[in-house]
């Protein structure tokens, strides 16, 4: 099979997410919303969050786009569940690193995350893979601004 | 025409990737270049690379003939009764950016209206919008039916007696329906409309003759049709060229240059300002030989039993759309189509690790995504070049493709 060098890419766990994905759904209320688009694919994604004494409380994604960039998001909102602000901020990091190779996480127990590692790989997907996180980290600057204000 | 022939004139298709020999079904993005070509190519850098228009020295003379040359050819190759008619321009968006900026600005008013299609590329779009905006004018758009074709139904309410241009593509880049251009601009003309016609997709591949048209201007790449990237044309009926002000402003464009203002050469001098893409121009007359070599009626002929095929073996297909006309007299050599679910974006990936290259994307055609209710489709189109072989290939591979995505499903 001549698709067996895309193994890395395409894993089980990644095409699971696509085609199920979690907490792909709008939520009825939400403390803060916000939009990521990728040109290149037309990859959208629609991040909502409400938090709980400062941990996500329900998280939802409403997206359409290629396999890597939904599962991505599809793996975000697991991630992310109870999670503190300035643990997702880390996380993002950590996902940026992970995506740039600047980081080793063949030994660390990071779950569904891991499966994303195999998209270092083929570089023109990194930015499928990263669009769900950095449309994170605006959700998260955008409600810092608007809490601060309050 | 004899393919095989013709592949052995395009150096690049020899080419391996991951392994697999080179299958490129993207040439309605860009075309690959003939020996020819990309000789002219080095040969004016080698021996006759010198600003134009200028020199009083043989070598610039050399060049300037060499670049004038190549205007006469796309004159004649086009239907152009005169060589004034055509300007250079950087490629087709620019083309339209001189049509929207420069006519635009002095004939469309507060209140007016440009008439578009459903079909166009962001370039036949962008630059009317930028051009309505700035004047209070309205953008309108002729609808498409569900076969991918142009609702004409209510043309003769859409040209209005406040519409100043119908702009409106020769063939669509994602559809491959060639539209009833001539039809529309008598129309237009009969209400005293003016027509742009981007013709992008439609020159490579089929003859045109402006003259019998009657376009008011005709918009096209060199890129597209065997020539090298950085060379567009615009044509334009002379009365209405020298009826507007210039497009861009400097050097090679003027007459005389005073403190406070500047008189125009003639045309169409007056639209190309600065030092134009000499050699790519010089290299562009080789492609234009070659398209004429072989015969645009050959190629249009070639084209027309490729696409027969490929809607025939795709359509085969389980969980296939097709969109677009599926009658091969109303459209060219472009197959957009999506496969079960699975995003094109990711189709692209699988069909490169055989060595197809496609198009996945929103094809510059944003408004016609949203038409069709899609965020992007896969895109196969075919050139001269293109054989059966490669298209059974890209049907097999498909069916490949999908079997991979939905392993363990």
Redesign the interface.
């Known amino acids: 099979m001549a698709f067996e060098a895309l193994d890395e890419l395409y894993r089980e766990v990644i095409l699971d997410h696509f085609k199920s994905p979690r907490n792909h759904t709008p939520l009825s209320k939400f403390d803060v919303e916000q939009e990521g688009y990728n040109p290149l694919c037309g990859d959208q994604i629609k991040l909502q969050l409400e938090f709980q004494n400062g941990r996500v409380a329900k998280i939802g994604f409403i997206g359409k786009g290629c396999s890597i960039s939904q599962a991505s998001a599809s793996i975000l909102t697991e991630e992310v569940q109870g999670k503190t602000i300035s643990e997702m901020e880390k996380e993002i990091q950590f996902f940026k690193s992970m995506m740039q190779g600047e980081v080793n996480c063949e030994d660390q127990d990071i779950g569904d995350l891991e499966a994303l590692s195999g998209v270092r790989k083929f570089p023109v997907r990194i930015k499928c893979a990263l669009l769900s996180w950095t449309t994170l980290e605006e959700a998260l600057h955008f409600y810092q601004e608007k809490t601060k204000g309050a | 025409m004899d393919v095989k022939k013709v592949r052995k004139d395009f150096p690049i298709l020899d080419q391996k990737t ?1 392994g ?1 020999p080179l299958v490129y079904l993207d040439s309605a993005a860009t075309s690959q270049k003939p020996t020819s070509v990309i000789e002219a190519l080095s040969l004016y850098y080698e021996t006759m690379n010198a600003n134009i228009h200028r020199g009083i020295y043989a070598l610039s003379e050399e060049a300037t003939q060499a670049f004038e040359s190549t205007r006469k050819k796309v004159a004649q190759f086009i239907g152009a009764k005169e060589e004034r008619s055509i300007v250079f321009t950087n490629n087709t968006t620019e083309a339209i950016n001189l049509v929207a900026a420069s006519w635009g600005r002095k004939n469309v008013k507060a209140g007016d209206e440009i008439l578009l299609t459903q079909m166009e590329h962001h370039s036949n779009i962008v630059p009317w919008q930028l051009l309505a905006q700035e004047q209070g004018a309205r953008l309108k758009y002729i609808p498409i039916t569900s076969e991918g074709e142009l609702d004409l139904s209510s043309l003769d309410s859409l040209l209005s007696d406040r519409t100043k241009i119908l702009a409106v593509t020769h063939m669509s880049n994602v559809l491959g329906t060639i539209n009833p251009i001539k039809k529309l601009i008598a129309k237009a003309h009969a209400k005293g409309i003016l027509v742009l016609v981007d013709g992008a997709q439609a020159i490579p591949h089929f003859k045109i003759d402006v003259t019998d048209l009657d376009c008011d201007f005709y918009a096209f790449s060199a890129h597209k049709m065997l020539g090298p990237t950085g060379v567009g044309v615009l044509y334009g009926k002379p009365h209405i060229l020298e009826s507007i002000p210039p497009f861009l402003g400097g050097g090679e464009m003027i007459l005389e240059v005073h403190e406070e203002y500047s008189t125009w050469k003639p045309l169409p001098y007056k639209f190309e300002a600065g030092t134009p893409n000499i050699g790519s121009v010089i290299a562009f007359a080789k492609a234009i030989e070659y398209l004429e070599k072989i015969g645009m009626d050959e190629i249009r002929a070639h084209e027309k039993a490729i696409t027969r095929h490929a809607l025939l073996v795709l359509q085969e297909l389980e969980g296939i759309t097709i969109f677009g006309p599926k009658d091969v007299e109303v459209k060219g050599g472009v197959v957009s189509f999506a496969l079960a679910d ?5 189709l692209g ?2 069909l490169d ?2 060595g197809i290259a496609i198009r ?3 094809h510059c055609a944003q408004p016609l ?1 949203r038409v069709l209710n899609v ?2 489709t896969a895109r196969a189109s075919f050139y001269l070049y293109t054989t059966i072989e490669e298209v059974d290939f890209l049907a097999e591979t498909l069916k ?2 999908r079997r ?2 939905y ?3």
């Open positions: 991951h697999k699975i995003h094109p974006h990711d990936q699988l690790q055989e996945a994307g929103h995504m965020a992007a490949k493709a991979y995505f392993r363990g499903f």
